[in-house]
C-alpha cells in the first residue's frame, strides 16, 4: 500500500518538492507518493482536510501558510514552537502534529555539504521574517557563538532576538561593519532582485555568504564574491528540510548528496 504525502502552498507549481521526495521513496524502498497542491488563499485549513480525509499521512508546508499550519497543528515539537512557524506536518490517531525542519535543513547544508564547522562561529543573519526566526534556534544548538539579526526596521531585530538568549542581538542593516564567519540572506529581497543595503566590511575571504534563495545568482551573492568571499545557495538546504521531514515520517534518512547533484545537473 502507497502512503499519501504532498506539499501545500500558493503558488506551488514551482516547487521541486515532488522530485525530491520521489528520489528519497526511490532510493529507500519506502511506498509513498507525493503532489503538490495548490490551496486557495483562504482556503488552507480546508484543503489540509480534505487531504486527510482522502488517506493523507503528512503534509509539507511552503507560503505563506506556513504560520497557519502552526495554528493548525493541535501539538508542536519544540523546534516548531520556537519557530512560530510549521512546515511539515504528521497526521496520527490523536490529531495534528506540527514541526519545523527549515533550521535542520541549513545546519545540515552548512555542515555536511559546505564543511561549516559552527561551534564558535559569528553569524550575520539579514532579515527578521519567519525565515531568520526558523533557523535561529538550531543554529544555536549546532554552537553558534554569536548571532546577530539585522533588519530594516530595527525594532523588528531586537524583538526577534529578545525570544533567545544573549548569544543573539539585533540591529539595523547599515550597522554591523566587520566581517562574520557566515552571512545568511533570509530576506525577501533576492526575489525582487534586490540587495539587503548592508555593508562590504562584512565580507571577508574567509566569510561564507549563503543566500536561502536557490535557482538564480543574486545581488547578495554576487556582492560577497566581490569582496572576495565563498558563496553558496539554498538549494541545499531545500534537500536537506526535505530529508529530515522524510525521516520525521518514515524513521529513514535517505542520503542528500546524489539528489542535491541531480537537481544542480
Known amino acids: 500500500m502507497t502512503d499519501r504525502y504532498a506539499v501545500f502552498g500558493h503558488p506551488i507549481a514551482h516547487s521541486k518538492s515532488p522530485l525530491i521526495h520521489a528520489a528519497f521513496a526511490h532510493q529507500t524502498g519506502e511506498a509513498i507518493s507525493y503532489e503538490a497542491i495548490l490551496a486557495p488563499l483562504d482556503g488552507f485549513a480546508a484543503s489540509m482536510a480534505d487531504f486527510i480525509a482522502h ?52 545546519v545540515a547544508d552548512l555542515t555536511r555539504n559546505l564543511g561549516v564547522e559552527l561551534p564558535g562561529t559569528r553569524i550575520l543573519l539579514l532579515g527578521a521574517g519567519g525565515a531568520a526566526r526558523g533557523v535561529i534556534g538550531p543554529l544555536l544548538d549546532a554552537g553558534a557563538a554569536n548571532i546577530v539579526v539585522a533588519n530594516r526596521t530595527v525594532e523588528k531585530a531586537l524583538a526577534l532576538a529578545a525570544l533567545f538568549d544573549n548569544r543573539v542581538g539585533g540591529t539595523g542593516f547599515a550597522e554591523p561593519n566587520a566581517p562574520f564567519d557566515v ?5 525577501s529581497a533576492s526575489l525582487a532582485g534586490d540587495l539587503p543595503p548592508i555593508s562590504r566590511a562584512v565580507f571577508a575571504p574567509r566569510t561564507l555568504a549563503y543566500d536561502m534563495m536557490y535557482g538564480r545568482d543574486t545581488p547578495f551573492l554576487a556582492l560577497a564574491r566581490e569582496c572576495g568571499a565563498s558563496t553558496a545557495d539554498g538549494l541545499g538546504m531545500l534537500v536537506e528540510q526535505a530529508a529530515e521531514a522524510f525521516f520525521v515520517w518514515r524513521g529513514v534518512r535517505p542520503d542528500t548528496a546524489a539528489v542535491i547533484a541531480s537537481l544542480r545537473a
Open 55 to 106: 488517506g493523507g499521512r503528512g503534509a509539507n508546508v511552503t507560503v505563506p501558510f506556513k504560520e497557519e499550519a502552526f495554528r493548525l497543528a493541535t501539538t508542536r515539537t519544540p523546534r516548531a514552537a520556537l519557530a512560530g512557524a510549521v512546515n511539515t506536518l504528521i497526521f496520527t490517531g490523536s490529531g495534528i502534529a506540527g514541526d519545523n525542519t527549515d533550521g535542520a535543513g541549513l
Open 183 to 187: 552571512v545568511i540572506n533570509a530576506t
